[in-house]
């Protein structure tokens, strides 16, 4: 049990229980009992995952990964969400054949030992690669907890310190939906290894990161400064007016990095037990602040596929934090999600 404080969240109690990455065991049942009833969207939702490729993928493990390889890191990055997806349906339908499935591509990365890049000395693609794997192999790995061998437990774990700790206690200086990611990479698999200390460490980022990336107006003039991050004005890609609700990267790309950050950003609050009315206040800002052409000097929209561009709005929905905030977010969500973003 400890007792934490993030800026501007309240004081709160938590526990490292099992299952604690991403979902508790209350909430799994919850939407078990949902996908047997036939109740929507859980149950389409449901379907849909049985028949995706994600249900049949084939590992791809190895000793040593490339992150700046695109040929070896997508292929790794579906793994992770491969595993996670069969973690769920294993947790939703009782059928060990998922689970099966999911230890194989689990247990074909155990003798990974290094993540690398080949992008040169100053690149930081390995830190992005291992928080992109380690926030989802962190909570598939979590899922299957009661289900695994003492032994493959104890294997996951050990490769988790060796490959990904080195990577994911290294704190990016890229833009900050870096490291937000690796911090829901940590924490996840800080739940998974029973590692107090590295948990308390992500607690130390996160309250660093969140208002070096979400500016509220109440914080000041500017953002708080970050490592990597000093010039705001510059880092923040010149936005022509500081108003809440502003992401680090809005100004940049609203619908493609800012929208990965929003995804971390508010799995953490949860898996760390905390009520966070933080992330739903920034939320509040972000879903119902139009993008006009007054606030960011030049910006750069890009659209990504389903999984990339979906999932931030979706968790932000469908996780019981932001029922109050999600009105815009509800029907941009709703008219996006069987297809790419534009």
Same mark, same amino acid.
């Given at each position: 049990?400890?007792?934490?404080?993030?800026?501007?969240?309240?004081?709160?109690?938590?526990?490292?229980?099992?299952?604690?990455?991403?979902?508790?065991?209350?909430?799994?049942?919850?939407?078990?009992?949902?996908?047997?009833? +036939?109740?929507?969207?859980?149950?389409?939702?449901?379907?849909?995952?049985?028949?995706?490729?994600?249900?049949?993928?084939?590992?791809?493990?190895?000793?040593?990964?490339?992150? +700046?390889?695109?040929?070896?890191?997508?292929?790794? %990055?579906?793994?992770?969400?491969?595993?996670?997806?069969?973690?769920?349906?294993?947790?939703?339908? +009782?059928?060990?054949?998922?689970?099966?499935?999911?230890?194989?591509?689990?247990?074909?990365?155990?003798?990974?030992?290094?993540? =690398?890049?080949?992008?040169?000395?100053?690149?930081?693609?390995?830190?992005?690669?291992?928080?992109?794997? %380690?926030?989802?192999? +962190?909570?598939?790995?979590?899922?299957?907890?009661?289900?695994?061998?003492?032994?493959?437990?104890?294997?996951?774990?050990?490769?988790?310190?060796?490959?990904?700790?080195?990577?994911?206690?290294?704190?990016?200086?890229?833009?900050?939906?870096?490291?937000?990611?690796?911090?829901?990479?940590?924490?996840?698999?800080?739940?998974?290894?029973?590692?107090?200390?590295?948990?308390?460490?992500?607690?130390?980022?996160?309250?660093?990161?969140?208002?070096?990336?979400?500016?509220?107006? /109440?914080?000041?003039? =500017?953002?708080?400064?970050?490592?990597?991050?000093?010039?705001?004005?510059?880092?923040?890609?010149?936005?022509?007016?500081?108003?809440?609700?502003?992401?680090?990267?809005?100004?940049?790309?609203?619908?493609?990095?800012?929208?990965?950050?929003?995804?971390?950003?508010?799995?953490?609050?949860?898996?760390?037990?905390?009520? %966070?009315?933080?992330?739903?206040?920034?939320?509040? /800002?972000?879903?119902?602040?139009?993008?006009?052409?007054?606030?960011? /000097?030049?910006?750069?929209?890009?659209?990504?596929?389903?999984?990339?561009?979906?999932?931030?709005?979706?968790?932000?929905?469908?996780?019981?934090?932001?029922?109050?905030?999600?009105? =815009?977010?509800?029907?941009? =969500?709703? /008219?996006?999600?069987?297809?790419?973003?534009?």
């Amino acid at each position: 049990m400890r007792v934490v404080q993030l800026a501007g969240c309240f004081t709160s109690v938590v526990a490292l229980s099992h299952p604690g990455a991403l979902e508790s065991q209350a909430e799994l049942d919850f939407v078990k009992a949902k996908i047997e009833a +036939g109740e929507q969207p859980w149950a389409e939702w449901f379907e849909k995952a049985k028949s995706s490729g994600y249900a049949t993928q084939s590992p791809h493990g190895t000793t040593s990964l490339d992150g +700046g390889d695109d040929g070896q890191a997508n292929p790794a %990055g579906e793994d992770a969400s491969a595993s996670y997806v069969l973690a769920l349906l294993y947790q939703y339908s +009782g059928e060990t054949d998922y689970a099966d499935r999911a230890m194989k591509i689990l247990n074909s990365w155990a003798g990974l030992e290094e993540i =690398t890049t080949s992008r040169g000395e100053y690149d930081q693609q390995n830190l992005l690669q291992a928080g992109w794997m %380690g926030a989802e192999f +962190g909570p598939a790995a979590e899922l299957l907890r009661s289900y695994m061998s003492d032994a493959d437990r104890a294997s996951l774990q050990a490769m988790f310190k060796k490959a990904f700790y080195p990577l994911l206690k290294r704190m990016s200086t890229w833009n900050g939906n870096v490291d937000l990611t690796q911090i829901d990479a940590m924490m996840s698999i800080a739940v998974f290894n029973d590692d107090d200390e590295l948990f308390q460490e992500g607690i130390v980022r996160l309250k660093a990161r969140m208002p070096a990336y979400f500016y509220l107006e /109440s914080d000041g003039p =500017t953002p708080a400064p970050i490592d990597g991050c000093e010039d705001a004005q510059q880092c923040w890609a010149n936005p022509t007016k500081w108003i809440s609700g502003l992401t680090q990267e809005t100004c940049r790309d609203n619908g493609h990095h800012a929208q990965y950050a929003l995804g971390s950003a508010c799995m953490l609050p949860r898996l760390l037990g905390i009520r %966070g009315w933080t992330c739903l206040q920034i939320m509040r /800002s972000v879903s119902r602040q139009p993008l006009n052409s007054w606030l960011c /000097s030049s910006i750069q929209v890009r659209c990504r596929a389903l999984a990339r561009t979906i999932r931030p709005r979706e968790t932000g929905m469908t996780r019981g934090r932001l029922a109050t905030a999600t009105t =815009t977010t509800s029907r941009i =969500t709703s /008219s996006r999600r069987h297809g790419p973003c534009c």
